[in-house]
């Protein structure tokens, strides 16, 4: 009320009691005095530095870094399948701007430009492509030498079933998408319809599955022994052995499964080996070969995964005694 009392009777204030009062800044005043010019500037500065921390993007990934990027990234590139296929199930397909040589579904990353492989990728191929992010897997080797280049980089491998969950809902994060939540319960529900579907008689059926060539094995610990689980399946290689462990032919042998899981690439000469002629999956023919797009989906934890819960169903539905 002072001010107004002396806006409304300053014509009757002598001069000496005018200066005896300090000078009231109007807002309609064209230049407010320097300090408060100054107090201005720092509140706007530090008003707009707000807003920016406030839209700014934190992940921590898989080897406990904290990546921060200013805004969600729009130029994408991925070097691990699993993490390709999620940011594309996400709907964001079309931030990706390059991805790793064996990344190759949905079917319109396949005209994207391939840097390499994902342990192994072409660096200077990839900071060409000036990608906001990179994605890439924790075991791989060009992770230092990107950051070192400038560029961000989020490190994720999924493994289980629970870490493509969790992945899944930090590229949400990352992508700004808002349903990947959503998105992991429609994959969880699919997998869980494809395990009521398995007929009572393939219950607990005995299943030896051969990831790859050399003799590696699906464990009870990898995320495929986990869908055999839930399937109600059971997996001959102990889970003491790891998640993918080299087996002796002579393991298998001892085993002895009803159904044998091989992709294509690695089937033949199974006959060969030492002493599997005998062993009745091999010798009344219960062995699925899975061709080389339904091997892409059974070794991907990812959003596939009640797709290669079906696969497998098909299987076993076919194959067991």
Not at 18 to 42: D, T
Not at 96 to 110: E, K, M, T
Request: aromatic share 4%; proline share 7%.
């Amino acid at each position: 009320m002072r001010e107004v009392v002396l806006n409304a009777e300053g014509a009757k204030i002598s001069q000496r009691t005018q200066r005896k009062h300090p000078k009231v800044f109007s807002a309609s005043s064209a230049h407010p005095p320097r300090p408060l010019r100054s107090i201005i500037r720092w509140l706007t500065v530090a008003s707009l530095a707000a807003a920016l921390n406030a839209h700014a993007l934190t992940i921590t990934d898989d080897r406990g870094i904290n990546v921060t990027l200013e805004k969600s990234p729009q130029r994408i590139v991925s070097l691990l399948p699993s993490l390709t296929e999620t940011v594309c199930e996400l709907g964001q397909c079309g931030r990706l701007v390059g991805v790793d040589r064996y990344s190759n579904f949905p079917q319109q990353v396949r005209t994207l430009p391939q840097v390499g492989g994902g342990i192994d990728p072409n660096i200077e191929a990839v900071v060409a492509l000036r990608p906001d992010v990179v994605l890439m897997a924790t075991s791989s080797r060009g992770a230092q030498r990107l950051e070192a280049l400038g560029l961000k980089v989020v490190a994720m491998e999924p493994k289980t079933a629970a870490d493509a969950r969790r992945v899944m809902g930090k590229l949400g994060q990352l992508l700004e998408v808002p349903d990947a939540g959503r998105i992991w319960r429609a994959i969880d529900a699919g997998v869980s319809a494809a395990a009521q579907s398995l007929p009572a008689r393939a219950k607990n059926t005995t299943v030896y599955y051969e990831v790859s060539t050399g003799g590696y094995a699906a464990g009870t610990t990898s995320f495929i022994g986990e869908l055999m689980q839930r399937l109600g399946l059971k997996n001959i290689v102990a889970g003491e052995l790891g998640p993918f462990p080299r087996i002796n032919p002579e393991y298998v042998v001892r085993a002895d499964p009803a159904i044998i899981m091989v992709g294509s690439r690695n089937a033949l000469g199974l006959e060969q080996r030492p002493g599997w002629a005998g062993m009745r999956a091999v010798r009344e023919k219960r062995v699925c070969v899975f061709t080389a797009d339904e091997s892409d989906v059974l070794v991907r934890p990812g959003p596939r995964m009640a797709e290669a819960a079906r696969l497998m169903v098909r299987c076993v539905t076919e194959k067991a005694p």
